[in-house]
């Protein structure tokens, strides 16, 4: 399946939608990404009263089926970002990789686990480099890596 479909602004009435792509990807990824702390929902109530009313959240909708990716952005962060676990290594994270570069005002920043090496390969080769390495200094308690991209 390929999806031609150009990022949109996501709605506030798809937080459910949007939550339920996140939990599948950050499942499936496992274990290049922890699994998460939160049940699921903690998750759908996090993107409904946090992601959706304080980020700008863009999303991919698939040919035959709902949103398939998605991006949260917030002051010049990329915050979450998001592929249906079926669909990956077709574009779509770089199209909303680009889509986050083209509204940026300045640098963008991230992080994901140092685990998740096709993350970071994703990263940088994107033009993302690392700033930092933690050792774990987050509510999953494991290494992550901050990256930055300057336009």
């Known amino acids: 399946m390929t999806t031609g479909a150009p990022p949109r602004r996501a709605a506030p009435e798809e937080s459910d939608a949007i939550a339920d792509l996140w939990l599948r990807s950050r499942k499936a990824s496992f274990p290049a990404n922890p699994l998460p702390v939160h049940d699921d929902d903690d998750v759908r109530n996090y993107f409904a009263t946090v992601v959706m009313p304080t980020m700008e959240v863009w999303v991919i909708d698939g040919d035959v089926s709902g949103i398939v990716a998605l991006m949260a952005l917030q002051s010049g962060w990329v915050e979450h970002l998001h592929v249906d676990p079926e669909l990956t290594g077709l574009g779509l994270g ?12 300045g640098d963008l920043d991230l992080w994901t686990f140092q685990s998740n090496a096709g993350a970071r390969r994703f990263y940088e080769r994107h033009g993302f480099v690392v700033v930092a390495l933690t050792d774990g200094d987050n509510e999953e308690g494991e290494p992550d890596v901050h990256y930055r991209w300057s336009p």
């Open 94 to 105: 770089s199209r909303l990789i680009e889509t986050a570069k083209q509204r940026s005002r």
